[in-house]
């Protein structure tokens, strides 16, 4: 069914289960070390690998990071909580139990405002925040996009296993009808600033350090009881989570309209097809013999630490855009690009540094970005705020035009020294001799008398023709606006 007739009959209702990877330098129960990549299976110890008789123990910053995560979620943080036992068999679980929370979560009953494009806000509630440990990866081999149908075999890679996590669970999401994908987008964007903000994790989502469950269901009206959901696992980006959400509710209310069933299941996310498939029956609760840790105690953590965690939070990333928006005069387009960007920090500082607004994006967002993508690095590790805020200064004092200012900034790339330095250097001034200037406005008349007829004649816009020669003449360090000066004072005068 198209997705605008399948909204109009049916009342879509949310749920997300966000996992966030967090930061840390060992791993949730034991000390293998907390990295991405490697080869397969080195960052491992006996607890990774659920070798008999490794006993685990609990990682510090990680309780810290997931109390930070439950404070800017505006979650209740328990007084005491501990550890189950997740029982199931996966081959990339080598205990056949995931450690995990369940009845008694560090973080509970919160709230997130989501800004949507238009500024709508959607206040999302959080039901509860848990720590517990990622699983290994899974990788299939002879079948097609790496999926387990028609594989000849499989490979386990346990480096990712035991790596902590905390996941975030919302209530059910309702009332947003036909914007529940661009809501769900929404929402895992808003903790992935969260996150960053908080520095508990990278928060790249195409390394898998956020994930998202998103758990689509229909019903006929918004006073009908809730539908029955299907839950689809880890989509990595914005896009895929509102094409997942929109091929769901297209699917099932295809399937209600036809009198058939929705299946509670888990399905799979196809990059290719922005479709989804079937994956496993949904197992609930019940089935996974939920029972406490024995090898962990609980954990109560003083409301002393809680208090100074809290005092510690940065400001949340909605309160600093709304801010910076305010202070620095341009569009939610704009903001959205330079956060998007990942920039957001470096445009800040080097406005603090003494540039405008505009001219701070214009250098992040442009060349800096530009040269950023030749070289297949981050534009951050290209120069500092305080460089580019040199840089513009510079170009508003009138010593270099655009042009030259960008061959300074590559100059600066290139580890020559400051804008200052470069520029002196590599003799990229523009032209302050009237001499020097006048002669090389004089050669550009004697050599186009065509153009100056032209000027006489009133086409003043024929001195763009004139430029050229003189920047040639100039090693392209002449003041425009002053060569222009001379060019009409010349001929008119």
Same mark, same amino acid.
């Given at each position: 069914?198209?997705?605008?007739?399948?909204?109009? /009959?049916?009342?879509?209702?949310?749920?997300?289960?966000?996992?966030?990877?967090?930061?840390?330098? !060992?791993?949730?129960?034991?000390?293998?070390?907390?990295?991405?990549?490697?080869?397969?299976?080195?960052?491992?110890?006996?607890?990774?690998?659920?070798?008999?008789?490794?006993?685990?123990? %609990?990682?510090? /910053?990680? %309780?810290?990071? @997931?109390?930070?995560?439950?404070?800017?979620?505006?979650?209740?943080?328990?007084?005491?909580?501990?550890?189950?036992?997740?029982? #199931?068999? #996966?081959?990339?679980?080598?205990?056949?139990?995931?450690?995990?929370? #369940?009845?008694?979560?560090? @973080?509970? +009953?919160?709230?997130?405002? %989501?800004? =949507?494009?238009? &500024?709508?806000?959607?206040?999302?509630?959080?039901?509860?925040?848990?720590?517990e440990e990622d699983a290994g990866k899974n990788t299939h081999v002879g079948g097609s996009a790496g999926r387990i149908h028609g594989a000849d075999h499989s490979l386990v890679d346990y480096n990712r296993a035991g790596v902590p996590l905390v996941e975030i669970v919302t209530r059910p999401i309702e009332g947003v009808g036909e914007r529940a994908p661009e809501v769900a987008a929404a929402y895992v964007r808003t903790l992935r600033d969260i996150f960053r903000a908080l520095g508990v994790s990278e928060a790249r989502m195409e390394q898998g350090n956020v994930r998202a469950d998103i758990n689509v269901s229909l019903r006929e009206s918004p006073e009908a009881p809730l539908g029955t959901r299907t839950e689809t696992k880890n989509v990595n980006s914005f896009r895929s989570i509102d094409r997942a959400v929109r091929f769901e509710i297209s699917r099932q209310a295809d399937l209600l309209s036809a009198g058939e069933a929705v299946v509670q299941e888990t399905r799979h996310f196809h990059e290719d097809t922005g479709g989804t498939s079937s994956g496993r029956p949904k197992s609930d609760a019940d089935d996974y013999r939920y029972f406490p840790e024995p090898d962990l %105690?609980?954990?109560?953590?003083?409301?002393? *630490?809680?208090?100074?965690?809290?005092?510690?939070?940065?400001?949340?990333?909605?309160?600093?855009?709304?801010?910076? =928006?305010?202070?620095?005069?341009?569009?939610?387009?704009?903001?959205? +690009?330079?956060?998007?960007?990942?920039?957001?920090?470096?445009?800040?500082? !080097?406005?603090?540094?003494?540039?405008?607004?505009?001219?701070?994006?214009? *250098? *992040?967002?442009?060349?800096?970005?530009?040269?950023?993508?030749?070289?297949?690095?981050?534009?951050?590790?290209?120069?500092?705020?305080?460089?580019?805020?040199?840089?513009?200064?510079?170009?508003?004092? &009138?010593?270099?035009?655009?042009?030259?200012?960008?061959?300074? =900034?590559?100059?600066?790339?290139?580890?020559?020294?400051?804008?200052?330095?470069?520029?002196?250097?590599?003799?990229?001034?523009?032209?302050?001799?009237?001499?020097?200037?006048?002669?090389?406005?004089?050669?550009? =008349? @004697?050599d186009n008398p065509d153009v100056v007829e032209k000027i006489r004649g009133g086409k003043v816009q024929a001195v763009g023709a004139l430029m050229g020669p003189i920047m040639k003449a100039t090693r392209g360090q002449a003041d425009a606006g002053k060569a222009r000066e001379l060019i009409l004072a010349k001929i008119n005068g």
């Open positions: 069914m198209k997705y605008q007739d399948a909204v109009a /009959k049916f009342d879509p209702v949310l749920g997300i289960e966000v996992h966030v990877e967090l930061g840390t330098a !060992t791993k949730m129960f034991d000390a293998a070390p907390n990295t991405f990549g490697g080869g397969p299976n080195e960052n491992t110890t006996p607890a990774s690998l659920g070798l008999p008789g490794a006993l685990p123990s %609990v990682n510090g /910053k990680a %309780v810290e990071y @997931a109390i930070r995560i439950g404070l800017a979620l505006g979650c209740e943080i328990a007084e005491s909580c501990r550890f189950a036992r997740k029982n #199931y068999f #996966y081959p990339d679980v080598p205990k056949n139990f995931q450690t995990s929370q #369940y009845d008694e979560p560090i @973080a509970f +009953d919160g709230q997130l405002d %989501v800004e =949507l494009e238009d &500024g709508t806000i959607v206040p999302v509630r959080i039901e509860r925040a848990h720590m %105690v609980p954990l109560a953590p003083p409301r002393e *630490w809680v208090e100074e965690i809290r005092a510690a939070l940065p400001e949340l990333p909605a309160a600093r855009r709304r801010r910076l =928006l305010e202070e620095w005069g341009i569009s939610e387009l704009e903001m959205r +690009d330079i956060i998007n960007a990942g920039l957001l920090d470096q445009v800040e500082a !080097t406005v603090a540094a003494g540039a405008k607004p505009d001219t701070a994006r214009k *250098w *992040w967002m442009g060349e800096i970005a530009r040269l950023a993508k030749q070289r297949e690095v981050s534009p951050e590790t290209l120069t500092t705020p305080e460089a580019v805020a040199e840089l513009q200064q510079l170009v508003d004092a &009138g010593k270099l035009n655009d042009k030259l200012a960008r061959k300074v =900034l590559a100059g600066v790339v290139e580890g020559k020294g400051s804008p200052a330095e470069v520029m002196a250097a590599e003799g990229l001034e523009i032209v302050q001799d009237d001499g020097a200037l006048e002669a090389a406005v004089e050669a550009a =008349l @004697a």
